[in-house]
């Protein structure tokens, strides 16, 4: 069965400070990883993905995640938290053989002035 | 190019009645998705359309949900009758083979 896991449903960061959303994920077959982000009263808008390049990957915004195949995770950081930043998170999970995604529960993120 | 668009933004309807939900995919886009999220719990997979297909329903409630695909352009997602529990917001997404999700801003949908 495959499934996605984030830690958090809420965090809270300075401005200026380290952003990191965690995200695991469980899976047979080697998966396609998304974050999508969420802001008020709009749809998910796509952040990054990893499809078996670069594990590291950089999206919009200034945010970056790292795939780490032995810990099962994709988690999700900005070196510097802006204001606007402010935002819902969602990871998600695909695979190469199907078109289904299947999305974790979300980490709102607040930004501290 | 136009991005994935959704009527209404929001409905509120009483239990018991019907609500038809809308979706205009990108245009060229095969894929058409439906997932649905309760608040504070994961968006959910209610089914997926290529073209005027029905490739994947197995996310569908139950019987009282109905998705239509007419003509493999815009998707309809009726719900009759509506129950308290079909309260959420239901997005739509189309995409490309292989490529990611676009999202629509969804339909915030309350039965009260």
């Known amino acids: 069965a495959q499934s996605v896991t984030q830690l958090g449903s809420h965090v809270s960061v300075s401005e200026g400070a380290l952003v990191l959303l965690r995200c695991n994920y469980s899976s047979s077959v080697p998966p396609y990883l998304f974050w999508y982000v969420q802001y008020p009263n709009q749809g998910l808008q796509l952040l990054l993905k990893?499809?078996?390049?670069?594990?590291l990957v950089k999206g919009i915004n200034g945010f970056e995640a790292e795939f780490k195949k032995s810990e099962t995770s994709f988690h999700l950081t900005k070196p510097s938290a802006h204001m606007s930043d402010a935002a819902e998170y969602f990871c998600a999970v695909s695979f190469p053989t199907g078109n289904q995604f299947y999305f974790g529960t979300g980490t709102s993120l607040t930004v501290i002035p | 190019e136009a991005g994935v668009t959704q009527f209404p933004s929001h409905s509120v309807i009483e239990k018991g009645q019907t609500v038809t939900l809308r979706c205009d995919p990108i245009s060229g886009h095969d894929n058409l998705y439906w997932y649905r999220r309760v608040m504070g719990k994961e968006i959910k997979f209610l089914l997926h359309f290529v073209k005027e297909s029905k490739q994947d329903e197995s996310g569908m409630p139950n019987n009282r949900f109905l998705a239509e695909r007419t003509g493999g352009t815009y998707s309809t997602l009726k719900v009759q009758p509506a129950e308290l529990e079909d309260s959420g917001v239901y997005f739509c997404?189309?995409?490309?083979?292989?490529?990611?999700?676009?999202f629509g801003n969804g339909t915030r949908l309350t039965v009260t």
């Open positions: 990893y499809t078996s390049a670069a594990t």
């Open positions: 997404a189309s995409s490309q083979r292989g490529s990611p999700l676009h």
